[in-house]
């Protein structure tokens, strides 16, 4: 059952709320409609179970294209599809869209608001967040890029950035031009180098020409990375590739440096203070908050970035009913010695094997002995237009070839028919007609103040967390 306590009456979900529920059978809940969990309830076919998908978005959210939304090359929708349009044929699956604030171990029983919902297998799989490393405060000035509605953000304010210095040009206050020219963007991911490339992109093909008195052509994007490379997790031969199209853009890269403090006026890096209004943080993520409500609750230590420490069968402790899948799982990569990466096809394949391993038990089938097993399918990162890295096993390719792979297994990949035809016209229309989809800056995402700084409407979403 599935049970409200609001006004201490106990509805059952059955009636009238959903008519795929049905009383007696076993709950399977999967928390988090991201690759891990979509592809789990995918995988776990037909059982005889009541499926509940709880997500605090209504959507699932293909993340690698969020700089794209985040620069106007793409509009939201390409890339965030409504979590039951994907199970609208499942009377099986009931999506609810909820928080998940507490885990009941013992009693096995998921809290979401105020509702409280037993499981017989639970599957949590909300990824990761934006890590600050203590220092939350920055969160206000440098947003991040987790989410569908930070990457609006962070799109409003790289457009009030070129909207503020045209202003400034025109009131004469030139010294305040060069801040909001610069873009410092925190982190060499791929996350990092992708939007370093994608606001050169949007500064000299597309915003150069719209702007007729701002030479928006001398915009700077400043990479700050604190290790020795840019694409750490590539091969060195695609990150020295990375490096020579992000400098060729003009993208200016610094390496070795660490970023000290973050202030409305800038940041420091080490000695240098860069003066921006527009940094943007790409530079690490933690667990989120279930990971470590279940390595405290089952008394097993957190993993790297309090990621859930996961048997090789994906299950957690002595826990055979809970099973960890995605970024937040801290498992072990057995062809490599190392961890599985926190990428797409780490989550989709850790679901499919949690959704198999479960679909097993339910329809009382021998139990799978073979432990989980990552399978590498390469890597892929683009800098700005028409040009990519890959690496896959032994081969290295860079350039146009790369980008035509890259956009070949992005179009692939996204989750239906609609959000590729959207992609693929964008892409024509940014990289052909070089023009943006959804160059707008949305009201309630920044304000504009009487100095021309800039107020972030919701500022110190300090967690990196969206609950919007
Ligand atoms: C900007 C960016 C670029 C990336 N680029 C690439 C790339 O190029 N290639 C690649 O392979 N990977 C890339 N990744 C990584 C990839 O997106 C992740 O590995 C993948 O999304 C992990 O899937 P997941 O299912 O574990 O988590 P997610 O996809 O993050 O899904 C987690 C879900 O859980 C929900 N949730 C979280 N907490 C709660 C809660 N308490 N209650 C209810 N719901 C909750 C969230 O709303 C979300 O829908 C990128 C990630 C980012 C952020």
Redesign the pocket.
Known sequence: MIADRRGGRLHDMAHPVDKGYIEGRPNVIV????????SCIRKLGRVDANIVL????NH??F??L??QVATGVLADSAIATPLRRIFDRRRDVTVLR????RLDLDRRIVH?DDLEMPWDHLVV????ENNYFGRDDWAEYAPG???LSQALKVRSRVLNAFEQAELARARGDHDEIPSWLTFVVIGAG??GV?LSGAIKQLAVDRLASEFKNLDVARTRVVLVEGGDRVLASMSRKSSAAATRTLEAYGVEIRLGSMVTNITESGVQVGDEFIASRTPIW?AG?KA???GAMITSGLGIDGGPGGRVPVNPDLTVGDRADIRV????ASSHNAKTDGPVP??????IQM?AYAGDAIARVLKGRPKRTKPFQYFDKG???TIGRGKAVLDAGPVHLSGFIAWIVWAIVHITFLINFRSRISAMWSWAWAYVLQNGVNEIITGHDVETVGDGSITPATAGNASG??HG
Do not use: C, H, N, W
């Open positions: 928390i988090g409609g991201g690759f891990g969990g979509v709880i997500d605090r978005q699932s959210l993340q690698p969020l700089y909820g928080e998940v604030d979401v799989a909300t990824g990761v890029m987790k989410s791929a996350t992708e790409a993520v989120t908050g279930l899948v995605g970024d937040l926190g990428v797409a096809q780490g989550a679901g890597s892929l990162a967390t969206d």
